[in-house]
């Protein structure tokens, strides 16, 4: 029956469907390496290029993600420099890892003639909508796909399996802290159903897991301390991000008490890390905001329809999902790219689903309906980028603003950004900046920030660069004076002067440092 259910939806329109898919992912790979240089790409591309210039990532350079994702960057950054070509194949290259464990599971297990082509093919291109801020490199692309590669060997079975499974989960804690939920549900899972069905404890599973994790675990701190600092790692990665979530002020209240006021207050108070209690509406607020809404409520349906007939790759992928929704709690704002990394596991939970029904014959068109608002903007933004790229337009400031500088910027200046973005030390190329940017100097400690003063009053840069006040860190107060004020949200950082304007094009501008 499901065979023939199959036929009757038609293999032609399967067919084209396929072949539109193929197409989508070779586009949505194309659009990552056209996209500009945008705030969290550049800055992991700077830490890993200043990494691989000294092989020192915590005393060089300040940041509280994890030395597995400056790790991982560095061989494609080695080989083609720190750009956004370098982020384009990093990003790529982690969803087709994805993609790859989602068609192999989906071969193996999903109901005869389902094809494993669509879910495989959608990984790689619903990352990229604009809804999602598919425009960054980010700790998050990584893990997704080590989250998928622990899912497949946990679904192997063999104790080496196992092993591998807990070290790529332990490891996952060096890209970024929460990212380890995923991964550690399902190992967890795994273990919660191996104890069900066998009625005992599987000791020599765990010891695996156990014995994987430690060995990574060693691994990479051993690293730490042979090549870095593992004081410099604990501070930045753990109490670090602590203390400026701790410190965090509360929202103010709402003004008004209209009904939908205090609804935007509520959901701005879900940043608030003095009411925990209010994390978990950031969950429905970012599936709806990031348009996969639609998709989780068409996975909900799958997998109410399943129940009773869960395998033992159901339980792990649900504690996937499970993992991803937590996750979402977690995350320190409201971003919406953190929600991508549900499109795997729900994916691949509909790509399992039964075709006997009638009302579930037409899933893969149904895929595609609730997933065409991310498409459609995928290929708005593909365009904007194609029409950008052949008329040589720069898209973002940066991009001009380098073009502007190419002609008058000595190599070996240094540059002071006072923004989020340090795509213009990629760009020129410039040295490093200090190690604390100016973007975190408001949230790291008085004896850090005062390094940062030091630093600069012993090395004025050679050049400052921002934008508009709105989207500046750090302002210029009085340009013109002998001695020019960087005037920083927290404190002040002083600076030999006088830096007049250089270039500007309306969204950023370049200051050089006069001659004294």
């Not at 622990?150 to 192997?156: D, E, I, K, Q, S």
């Not at 090549?227 to 410099?232: A, E, G, V, Y």
């Not at 708005?380 to 380098?402: K, S």
């Given at each position: 029956?499901?065979?023939?259910?199959?036929?009757?939806?038609?293999?032609?329109?399967?067919?084209?469907?396929?072949?539109?898919?193929?197409?989508?992912?070779?586009?949505?790979?194309?659009?990552?390496?056209?996209?500009?240089?945008?705030?969290?790409?550049?800055?992991?591309?700077?830490?890993?290029?200043?990494?691989?210039?000294?092989?020192?990532?915590?005393?060089?350079?300040?940041?509280?993600?994890?030395?597995?994702?400056?790790?991982?960057?560095?061989?494609?950054?080695?080989?083609?420099?720190?750009?956004?070509?370098?982020?384009?194949?990093?990003?790529?290259?982690?969803?087709?890892?994805?993609?790859?464990?989602?068609?192999?599971?989906?071969?193996?297990?999903?109901?005869?003639?389902?094809?494993?082509?669509?879910?495989?093919?959608?990984?790689?291109?619903?990352?990229?909508?604009?809804?999602?801020?598919?425009?960054?490199?980010?700790?998050?692309?990584?893990?997704?796909?080590?989250?998928?590669?622990?899912?497949?060997?946990?679904?192997?079975?063999?104790?080496?399996?196992?092993?591998?499974?807990?070290?790529?989960?332990?490891?996952?804690?060096?890209?970024?802290?929460?990212?380890?939920?995923?991964?550690?549900?399902?190992?967890?899972?795994?273990?919660?159903?191996?104890?069900?069905?066998?009625?005992?404890?599987?000791?020599?599973?765990?010891?695996?897991?156990?014995?994987?994790?430690?060995?990574?675990?060693?691994?990479?701190?051993?690293?730490?301390?042979?090549?870095?600092?593992?004081?410099?790692?604990?501070?930045?990665?753990?109490?670090?991000?602590?203390?400026?979530?701790?410190?965090?002020?509360?929202?103010?209240?709402?003004?008004?008490?209209?009904?939908?006021?205090?609804?935007?207050?509520?959901?701005?108070?879900?940043?608030?890390?003095?009411?925990?209690?209010?994390?978990?509406?950031?969950?429905?607020?970012?599936?709806?905001?990031?348009?996969?809404?639609?998709?989780?409520?068409?996975?909900?349906?799958?997998?109410?329809?399943?129940?009773?007939?869960?395998?033992?790759?159901?339980?792990?992928?649900?504690?996937?999902?499970?993992?991803?929704?937590?996750?979402?709690?977690?995350?320190?704002?409201?971003?919406?790219?953190?929600?991508?990394?549900?499109?795997?596991?729900?994916?691949?939970?509909?790509?399992?689903?039964?075709?006997?029904?009638?009302?579930?014959?037409?899933?893969?068109?149904?895929?595609?309906?609730?997933?065409?608002?991310?498409?459609?903007?995928?290929?708005?933004?593909?365009?904007?980028?194609?029409?950008?790229?052949?008329?040589?337009?720069?898209?973002?400031?940066?991009?001009?603003?380098?073009?502007?500088?190419?002609?008058?910027?000595?190599?070996?200046?240094?540059?002071?950004?006072?923004?989020?973005?340090?795509?213009?030390?990629?760009?020129?190329?410039?040295?490093?900046?200090?190690?604390?940017?100016?973007?975190?100097?408001?949230?790291?400690?008085?004896?850090?920030?005062?390094?940062?003063?030091?630093?600069?009053?012993?090395?004025?840069?050679?050049?400052?660069?921002?934008?508009?006040?709105?989207?500046?860190?750090?302002h210029l107060d009085d340009p013109a004076s002998p001695t020019v004020k960087v005037i920083e949200r927290v404190g002040e950082l002083c600076l030999s002067g006088p830096y007049p304007l250089v270039v500007t094009n309306g969204s950023a501008w370049a200051r050089h440092r006069a001659p004294p």
């Amino acid at each position: 029956m499901e065979n023939s259910d199959l036929r009757a939806a038609g293999p032609g329109g399967r067919r084209g469907l396929a072949i539109t898919l193929v197409l989508l992912a070779l586009l949505s790979l194309a659009v990552r390496l056209v996209q500009p240089l945008w705030p969290d790409t550049s800055v992991y591309l700077l830490h890993t290029r200043t990494w691989l210039e000294t092989g020192n990532r915590y005393s060089d350079s300040h940041d509280s993600k994890g030395p597995l994702l400056i790790w991982l960057s560095a061989p494609v950054v080695r080989l083609v420099g720190a750009g956004a070509p370098a982020a384009g194949l990093l990003r790529g290259f982690a969803a087709l890892v994805t993609a790859g464990v989602i068609w192999t599971l989906l071969r193996r297990r999903a109901p005869a003639g389902r094809s494993p082509w669509l879910p495989a093919a959608l990984v790689v291109v619903l990352p990229v909508a604009p809804s999602l801020w598919g425009d960054s490199l980010r700790p998050e692309n990584y893990a997704t796909a080590l989250a998928a590669v622990v899912l497949l060997l946990g679904h192997r079975g063999t104790r080496g399996a196992f092993c591998a499974a807990g070290a790529l989960t332990a490891a996952t804690f060096f890209l970024k802290s929460v990212l380890i939920l995923p991964p550690a549900l399902i190992l967890t899972g795994l273990l919660v159903h191996r104890t069900w069905t066998h009625r005992r404890i599987p000791w020599a599973d765990a010891g695996a897991m156990a014995g994987g994790a430690l060995l990574a675990v060693g691994l990479i701190l051993g690293a730490l301390a042979a090549t870095d600092s593992l004081p410099d790692w604990w501070r930045q990665t753990v109490t670090w991000p602590a203390e400026y979530r701790q410190a965090a002020p509360s929202p103010a209240p709402a003004a008004t008490t209209g009904l939908t006021a205090r609804a935007l207050a509520l959901y701005k108070a879900t940043d608030d890390p003095h009411r925990p209690w209010l994390m978990p509406l950031k969950i429905p607020a970012t599936l709806i905001r990031s348009g996969m809404a639609p998709l989780f409520l068409l996975a909900l349906v799958m997998i109410w329809r399943t129940v009773g007939r869960w395998s033992a790759l159901h339980a792990l992928i649900g504690c996937w999902i499970l993992g991803e929704l937590f996750k979402l709690g977690l995350e320190y704002r409201r971003w919406m790219y953190p929600a991508a990394g549900l499109i795997p596991p729900l994916l691949l939970w509909i790509g399992l689903a039964p075709t006997g029904p009638r009302r579930v014959r037409w899933l893969p068109e149904l895929t595609m309906l609730v997933v065409l608002p991310m498409l459609v903007g995928l290929l708005a933004h593909a365009g904007t980028l194609a029409r950008a790229r052949l008329t040589g337009a720069p898209l973002g400031p940066y991009e001009e603003l380098a073009g502007q500088l190419r002609d008058i910027y000595r190599p070996g200046e240094t540059l002071l950004v006072l923004d989020n973005n340090y795509a213009l030390h990629l760009l020129l190329p410039a040295p490093p900046p200090p190690p604390v940017l100016s973007l975190h100097a408001a949230m790291v400690n008085p004896a850090e920030r005062g390094a940062l003063q030091r630093t600069i009053q012993a090395s004025p840069p050679d050049w400052l660069v921002g934008r508009e006040l709105a989207y500046t860190a750090i302002h210029l107060d009085d340009p013109a004076s002998p001695t020019v004020k960087v005037i920083e949200r927290v404190g002040e950082l002083c600076l030999s002067g006088p830096y007049p304007l250089v270039v500007t094009n309306g969204s950023a501008w370049a200051r050089h440092r006069a001659p004294p």
